[in-house]
Nanobody
């Protein structure tokens, strides 16, 4: 069983900063991408940022480019999402996820195999 444990969510003012973290543990697993999705009620889960594990390439949703940064610690199977200058529209439940079956890039949450429980981020105006 693979476990993803997220932390760092909470309430933040617009223009402030917040850092989410996610640590993966459990049985041996392949790890091609590790990233963050978010979801609000009535909307589909969307990719925020992901990092390709073997070479560190990063991918971001257009809506967060220049404001959010994803980083990793290979040895600890941990990723962080640094959220700078968040906006009220960034308010969502944020999920950490691992893509383990293939190395091709995809924004489709259905291609990710392991998920955390989610951490709420609320940005006040």
């Amino acid at each position: 069983q693979v476990q993803l444990v997220e932390s760092g969510g909470g309430l933040v003012q617009a223009g402030g900063s917040l850092r989410l973290s996610c640590a993966a543990s459990g049985r041996t697993f392949s790890l091609y991408y590790m990233g963050w999705f978010r979801q609000t009620p009535g909307k589909e889960r969307e990719l925020v940022a992901t990092i390709k594990w073997n070479d560190g390439r990063t991918f971001y949703a257009d809506s967060v480019k220049g404001r959010f940064t994803i980083s990793r610690d290979n040895a600890k199977n941990t990723v962080w999402l640094q959220m700078n200058s968040p906006k009220p529209e960034d308010t969502a439940l944020y999920f950490c996820a691992i893509k383990a079956r293939s190395s091709y890039y995809s924004t489709n949450p259905g291609t990710y195999d392991y998920w955390g429980q989610g951490t709420q981020v609320t940005v006040s105006s």
